[in-house]
């Protein structure tokens, strides 16, 4: 099985994004799965992506490709049933194309300081989420998105505003979610903007069990 790391900015680069790759290049290793990490755009054609079992965007923003043929073939290949992981900076990729609005789920807005927080787990049973406990504490940047995605994905985590300052989406503040909307799977999170996060045992697991569900190893 081999997973596509795709980490492309042209808006704001994360600091996080090598300790990303890293981590997920460690999870492939442990777990029998090869990593493909790069952010050359031409690896967005149809051949190449069909050689994925999924397509992860790891804190991509801005356009993903200067070659609108690129949208062409991550649509494709999504509608074909290729599975997608976008990881916290992709809910700022590709503003402008509704087709990846779909896909990620939602469109990030804003975000107060980083700092810590409790995340309440809604799904115990999903393969990204089933080693948590119901309230799991850490720090992070607290994503605000300009809609609730709720009605369109099955939502995993949500953040508890009262537990930190600057939340903006009150109680019902979705975190991460999958969907199988657009005939691939999808998975999304909005964790991981700090180095620190790559190297969480919870964190990694969140990060594994959401590749396992969109490539589909797991119901």
Request: hydrophobic share 40%; aromatic share 10%.
């Amino acid at each position: 099985m081999r997973i596509l790391v795709y980490s492309r900015t042209t808006g704001f680069r994360h600091d996080s994004i090598p300790a990303g790759v890293a981590a997920l290049t460690a999870l492939g290793r442990e777990h029998g799965f090869e990593v493909v990490a790069t952010e050359d755009p031409a690896v967005l054609t149809r051949a190449e992506l069909a050689g994925f079992a999924a397509v992860t965007f790891l804190s991509t923003s801005g356009t993903i490709s200067d070659d609108p043929a690129a949208r062409d073939a991550l649509e494709g290949y999504v509608r074909g049933g290729g599975g997608f992981a976008g990881i916290h900076a992709a809910a700022t990729t590709e503003y402008d194309w509704p087709f990846f609005g779909t896909l990620v789920g939602a469109r990030f807005d804003t975000h107060p300081e980083v700092q810590p927080a409790r995340v309440l787990v809604e799904d115990r049973t999903h393969p990204a989420t089933a080693h948590l406990p119901e309230t799991w504490p850490r720090t992070d940047e607290w994503y605000d998105f300009r809609t609730n995605p709720r009605d369109a994905v099955h939502v995993l985590l949500r953040a508890d505003e009262t537990s930190y300052s600057g939340g903006r989406m009150g109680a019902d503040h979705p975190l991460a979610w999958c969907h199988d909307t657009l005939g691939g799977r999808s998975f999304y999170t909005a964790l991981g903007h700090t180095d620190a996060s790559y190297a969480e045992p919870a964190m990694r697991a969140h990060l594994l069990g959401g590749l396992r569900y969109a490539t589909g190893r797991t119901p």
